[in-house]
Nanobody, 114 residues
Framework: QVHLVESGGGLVQAGGSLRLSCTDS??????MGWSRQALGKERETVAR????????NYADSVKGRFTISRDNPKRTLYLQMNDLKPEDSATYYC?????????WGQGIQVTVST
């Protein structure tokens, strides 16, 4: 199993940047990703990365602005978010794909002001 803990969220002005981190205390490397959920909206997966870190993909809404990466020796997943927009405001969750199931972090708030 995994125990995922996010950090790095907060309040930023539009056009600014934040980097989210997610540490994993589990014993194996999994495909991982970041999803977000804004108030009143469905959860949206914004970025995925495979266990090796080579294969990545992004939602169209963040392509060119967000970068997902991982440091396996440190067991840490990152999401670099640049050129943030108010519509990026949401609770962000990291997840690990464990076979057919998912393990989730507790979520961290990102708020982008105008």
């Amino acid at each position: 199993q995994v125990h995922l803990v996010e950090s790095g969220g907060g309040l930023v002005q539009a056009g600014g940047s934040l980097r989210l981190s997610c540490t994993d205390s589990g014993g194996r490397m999994y495909d991982m990703g970041w999803s977000r959920q804004a108030l009143g909206k469905e959860r949206e997966t914004v970025a995925r990365i495979d266990s090796t870190g080579f294969r990545k993909n992004y939602a169209d809404s963040v392509k060119g602005r967000f970068t997902i990466s991982r440091d396996n020796p440190k067991r840490t997943l990152y999401l670099q978010m640049n050129d943030l927009k108010p519509e990026d405001s949401a609770t962000y969750y990291c997840y690990a794909k464990i076979g057919a199931n998912y393990g989730w972090g507790q979520g961290i708030q990102v708020t982008v002001s105008t």
